[in-house]
């Protein structure tokens, strides 16, 4: 079984930074692709960036140059570090990965979310 566990969220104020951290749980045999999301109360959830086990990297418009994915694929761990934070970037943020656990099927696996808020 296969869990993604979030942490680092919390309050900031603008202009401030987060480094929010995504552990991947269990023994899978393979994790793909790894990303971040987040859903505004009201909004849609939205891309804000993702990440290839080569490390080939893509990032929503709006947050290039402000955020940075990485991951460390012994670790099983995905970051997203996020700087010079805005108020519209007050969101849940949630981890996703495409996992194998064998070698004929793959799916997404989500995190259970972690809030992020960006207020004076």
């Known amino acids: 079984q296969v869990q993604l566990v979030e942490s680092g969220g919390g309050l900031v104020q603008p202009g401030g930074s987060l480094r929010l951290s995504c552990v991947v749980s269990?023994?899978?045999?393979?994790?793909?692709?790894m990303g971040w999301y987040r859903q505004a109360p009201g909004k849609e959830r939205e891309l804000v960036a993702s990440?290839?086990?080569?490390?080939?990297?893509n990032y929503a418009d709006s947050r290039k140059g402000r955020f940075t994915i990485s991951r460390d694929n012994a670790k099983k761990t995905v970051w997203l570090q996020m700087n010079s934070l805005r108020r519209e970037d007050t969101a849940v943020y949630y981890c996703?990965?495409?996992?194998?656990?064998?070698?004929?099927?793959?799916?997404?696996?989500w995190g259970q979310g972690t809030q992020v808020t960006v207020s004076s």
């Open positions: 996703k990965a495409d996992i194998s656990l064998d070698p004929w099927s793959r799916r997404d696996y």
């Open positions: 269990g023994v899978p045999l393979r994790i793909h692709d």
């Open positions: 990440i290839t086990s080569g490390d080939d990297t």
